[in-house]
């Protein structure tokens, strides 16, 4: 322990607020891009773009996602981690934009549908242009104590002031073993697997702070969680104005 973090373990102590109850707040530092990958067990163009995501995974300022969906599972292998509020939140961004059918694999990057498949220059492009946009316009943060995580959004520095706020519990990995439909006896990795889409609260452009159970970030096996602010609403998601993930993700 460093000479300055003593002194402020002190000033803890004298101040009476015991240490083992507080855990820092945390944000995505820097984080610039939230990548959604659309993608299915069942679909054979998708593992490559599994693979595409993993890498991105790594760099710094990414929150990467995959969203298995449900849509495939009729051509012999049902998706044991696809959830119909994945498909459907595919097809939110389809409606949006005049498109009829849904594909896989597709990137969404920052709440900006593309047409993004398994194409590593692309999805890299597409990062790109995002960072060029800068940081996410509203800072999120979080605070665990607890069985509780507190949510703090700062007022819009923006345009943007309408939105909700939504907590992504996640698994960290999963390994599949297919065996069944277009990918039978492939073994294929899965990261940052989103379990479910639990809406927090509306957000009005205003400084706002949410209190939600430790328990709904622990749903699907999930292991870790990412909150996202987003523009627009469920049925009409817009541009993602601000996002953070759990500590280790």
Known sequence: MTPRSLRSCLRLL???????????????EGAQVV?????????????????????????????????PVTYWDYLGWKDDLGLPAFTDRQRAYANLRGVRQLFTPQAI?????SMVRSDRDSLDRNVRNARKAGAFPVQVRSTEQGDRIAIEIDAASGPETQGEVWLLPVLHKRTVAIGQGENKGQVIEYINVVRGLQRVGSWAGRAARYDIPRSTARVGEADTYVVVLQGGSKNHPARILGAAAAPGF
Do not use: D, H
């Not at 015991?18 to 995505?28: G, L």
């Not at 069942?42 to 300022?61: D, W």
């Not at 990057?109 to 549908?113: A, L, R, Y």
């Open 14 to 28: 004298l101040a009476g607020i015991p240490m083992a109850a507080m855990t820092p707040a945390w944000a995505a």
């Open 35 to 67: 990548i959604e990958l659309f993608t299915s067990q069942g679909c054979a163009s998708c593992p490559p773009a599994s693979q595409v995501l993993s890498e991105f995974a790594k760099k710094p300022g990414i929150i990467a996602l995959t969203f």
């Open 109 to 113: 990057v920052n709440g900006e549908p």
